[in-house]
């Protein structure tokens, strides 16, 4: 197994900073945010070869923030936050994966979403069936990609 190492303490305080804002608590659904102490150290677990895209990402937004982005003003992270969506490409792209995944299997958060708080299998999960015909103007189209002999 490879070591990936962890995060520094500045790193991981400015990550959890970040994670309140892509998914805050919320009272009127009662669930946390992604920064709960649960979750959270979901995601520090979770990061294994994501690890080196989340430190990329992390100092771009240190840089962004001018220093420690958990420092900074509730209104300012905010505002380098919005910058950092746009800048951030595929190591923000990593780490918002991570994020939504460890957010999405926490328990408080699945009742909330009226599911049952269990892996999908072996039960699985019921999926409604849709409009399939939607699919037709797709499967009309000409293929896009190069074949591989």
Known sequence: MTDYGTLTASETRDLRALCAIMIPASATY?????????????????????????????????????????????????????????????????????????????????????QEPRPPFPQGHVVEQGDWSLLDPVRARAPFYRRVP
């Open 30 to 114: 009662g669930v946390p945010g992604a920064d709960d102490d649960r979750i959270f150290a979901d995601i520090l677990r979770s990061l294994e070869r994501d690890t080196p895209d989340a430190r990329t990402a992390l100092a771009l937004l240190a840089r962004l923030a001018g220093g420690s982005f958990a420092d900074l003003t509730p209104a300012r992270r905010n505002e380098v936050a919005a910058v950092f969506k746009q800048e951030g490409g595929a190591p923000l792209l990593a780490l918002n994966r991570v994020v939504l995944l460890c957010y999405y299997r926490d328990d408080r958060v699945m009742r909330s979403l009226g």
